[in-house]
Nanobody, 118 residues
Framework: QVQLVESGGDLVQAGGSLRLSCAASGRIFSINAMGWYRQPPGKQRELVATISSGGSTNYADSVKGRFTISRDNAKNTVYLQMNSLKPEDTAVYFC????????????WGQGTQVTVSS
């Protein structure tokens, strides 16, 4: 089993910055992918950014150039640096970890609220 704990969500004004963290614990394999997803109010959950254990990254078009995903493999922690925040970035942000355990298993954190005021 894998546990994911997010932190760093807050209320911030438009144009501001936040840094989210997600610490993973439990049975974590060296090869995995971690990422951030978000669910705006009344909408479906959507991809924000992912990063492989080798450092390859992928971003949603809506956050490219503003958000940066990174990870510390020694600490099993993934970060999301969010700059130039917009009201439309308001959402619950969820951490995700995928790894192969006979089949691909997907784990989720409990979510952290990010609110951007205009």
């Amino acid at each position: 089993q894998v546990q994911l704990v997010e932190s760093g969500g807050d209320l911030v004004q438009a144009g501001g910055s936040l840094r989210l963290s997600c610490a993973a614990s439990g049975r974590i394999f060296s090869i995995n992918a971690m990422g951030w997803y978000r669910q705006p109010p009344g909408k479906q959950r959507e991809l924000v950014a992912t990063i492989s254990s080798g450092g390859s990254t992928n971003y949603a078009d809506s956050v490219k150039g503003r958000f940066t995903i990174s990870r510390d493999n020694a600490k099993n922690t993934v970060y999301l640096q969010m700059n130039s925040l917009k009201p439309e970035d308001t959402a619950v942000y969820f951490c995700n970890l995928n790894q192969f355990e006979r089949a691909v298993r997907s784990y989720w954190g409990q979510g952290t609220q990010v609110t951007v005021s205009s």
